[in-house]
């Protein structure tokens, strides 16, 4: 049973800096798909971006291209979110996710009904 879990997230200043970590246990890590979203009350969840096995198929969705950045370390089963220049409109509950058997990032990526584990989310929260 793959177990994603969580961690990192918290409050910051707009314009801020965080790092999410999430760390992937019952299954062989370098074998999964890697991604985050992120949700706030009434709305659906977003896709934020995905990493593919090797750590070298990337994507982004568009709201945080060239602010953040996802990054994987398959030694120690975990995938990270460093998130850069925070805003107001960053605040969310973000969750990890994963896919397995996926070896690159592809279009069913930005659907959050394609991945197959996730995690329980970690709040973050961008107020001065």
């Known amino acids: 049973q793959v177990v994603l879990v969580e961690s990192g997230g918290g409050l910051v200043q707009p314009g801020g800096s965080l790092r999410l970590s999430c760390a992937l246990s019952g299954g062989i890590f370098s074998q999964y798909l890697m991604g985050w979203f992120r949700q706030v009350p009434g709305k659906e969840r977003e896709f934020v971006a995905a990493?593919?096995?090797?750590?070298?198929?990337?994507r982004y969705g568009d709201s945080v291209q060239g602010r953040f950045t996802v990054s994987r370390d398959n030694s120690k089963n975990t995938v990270y979110l460093q998130m850069n220049t925070l805003q107001s409109d960053d605040a969310a509950v973000y969750y990890c996710?994963?896919?397995?058997?996926?070896?690159?990032?592809?279009?069913?990526?930005?659907?959050?009904?394609?991945?197959?584990?996730w995690g329980q989310g970690t709040q973050v929260t961008v107020s001065s």
């Open positions: 990493i593919a096995t090797n750590g070298v198929s990337i």
């Open positions: 996710a994963a896919r397995g058997r996926i070896y690159y990032v592809d279009n069913l990526a930005y659907h959050a009904d394609s991945w197959n584990y």
